[in-house]
């Protein structure tokens, strides 16, 4: 079994910076990407980042400049850096794993909680 654990959520004014953390647990071989996504209320789902274990990334149009994603390949952990925050940046921000290779079972993938981030002064 898989599971991702995320932290670094909380509130932060306009201008400041928060950092997520994304672990990935179980008996895991290998994943091929590890990324973030984010929900705003009655909004849908969107890409934040992404990190594929090629060291490739991709960003959302939105964050680009403002956010950095990173990834211990060792520890099967992502990383956001999320700098210049701004109000529109508040929204649940999940965590995926993407084609995650274990023991005994077919390829697949898997998503965290998620924890919020509120950008407010």
């Known amino acids: 079994q898989v599971q991702l654990v995320e932290s670094g959520g909380g509130l932060v004014q306009p201008g400041g910076s928060l950092r997520l953390s994304c672990a990935a647990s179980?008996?895991?071989?290998?994943?091929?990407?590890m990324g973030w996504y984010r929900q705003a209320p009655g909004k849908q789902r969107e890409l934040v980042a992404a990190?594929?274990?090629?060291?490739?990334?991709n960003y959302g149009d939105s964050v680009k400049g403002r956010f950095t994603i990173s990834r211990d390949n060792v520890k099967n952990t992502v990383y956001l850096q999320m700098n210049s925050l701004k109000p529109e940046d508040t929204a649940v921000y999940i965590c995926?794993?993407?084609?995650?290779?274990?023991?005994?079972?077919?390829?697949?993938?898997?998503w965290g909680q998620g924890t919020q981030v509120t950008v407010s002064s």
């Open positions: 995926n794993a993407g084609g995650v290779v274990v023991p005994t079972t077919p390829e697949d993938d898997y």
């Open positions: 990190h594929r274990n090629d060291g490739s990334t």
């Open positions: 179980g008996s895991i071989f290998s994943i091929y990407v």
